[in-house]
């Protein structure tokens, strides 16, 4: 299974939070005898008859794409040495590295090989994460997004509040109710506050204090928060019951989220 690289968890997580990102047309698939890394440093493509291909996926489900048809390279004139790794690119050459990961098996590339990558082979997947990640919901949609085109609308961003625990399969809240309760609007990276700071190194948290007034009457107990795209109903985008200490707010007390204590990441 593959892992996003740096560049595409910073482009993902700006769609949500600050810049549009626009998918390639084409992904291509590259080989490389060493592990490229995070970061492509570690890229090494055979030389010779060898040029990165095109390869399609199948739509997201269970928070991965899989490859849809076969890849083949062009006939080896000569060694390609061992390969060990794949990545994808959205250039033929050059480019941005979106993806990488490791084949199940090594295997050596001679002079009048042709090289096949079967159907299916090569996956790139968006990891659940015990009590706080992304929905299922935006964890395919960002990965058709990047992978197969699939069109995106930047979503606004709300800060909910929850009376019962939520899962990655949620498509709705059972939120908390009370005078001086609603969602917040957190804005994106340079707008208005409250708002997102910029993406860097695969993260985003909140620039400004989030909060609310609780007026007359209790609420009802927070256990959760989650990340919406709208001022009701609406998908979730994310959530956490993990770091949320559960609380009963009462008349006059003020609920806060202090800049910097939202955050939400891609690794």
């Known amino acids: 299974m593959g892992s996003l690289a740096n560049y595409a968890e910073n482009a993902l997580l700006g769609h949500i939070f600050g810049t549009a990102y626009s998918a390639p047309a084409s992904i291509y698939i590259a080989l490389s005898t060493a592990d490229p890394l995070d970061d492509a440093s570690g890229l090494t493509e055979p030389g010779d008859t060898y040029a990165r291909q095109t390869i399609a996926f199948l739509a997201a489900a269970s928070r991965a794409v899989v490859q849809d ?29 979106l993806a990488h990961g490791s084949f199940l098996s090594s295997f050596d590339v001679l002079a009048g090989n042709s090289t096949t990558i079967g159907s299916g082979e090569v996956q790139v997947s968006i990891n ?7 929905t299922d ?33 949620a498509t709705s ?55 919406m795209d709208a001022t009701t109903a609406g998908n979730v985008l994310a959530y956490d019951n993990a770091n949320i200490v559960d609380q009963t707010p009462a008349n006059g007390d003020t609920v806060k989220f202090d800049v910097g204590a939202l955050n939400v990441s891609l690794s």
């Open 69 to 97: 048809a076969e890849v083949i390279f062009p006939e080896a004139a000569a060694s390609w040495g061992t390969i060990t790794h794949w990545a994808l690119f959205d250039a033929a050459s050059g480019g941005n590295m």
């Open 128 to 134: 659940a994460s015990a009590g706080a990640g992304f």
């Open 137 to 169: 919901y935006l964890a395919h949609a960002l990965l058709d997004l990047m992978f197969n085109g699939v069109a995106l609308s930047q979503p606004d961003t709300y800060v909910a509040l929850a009376n019962a625990t939520i899962s990655d399969a």
């Open 173 to 227: 809240i059972t939120e908390v109710t009370g005078t001086g309760y609603s969602r917040v609007l957190t804005n994106k990276a340079g707008q208005a506050a409250p708002a997102w700071s910029a993406v860097a190194s695969g993260a985003v948290d909140n620039a400004d204090a989030i909060d609310w007034s609780v007026g007359a009457g209790d609420w009802l107990q927070i256990v959760a928060m989650a990340l």
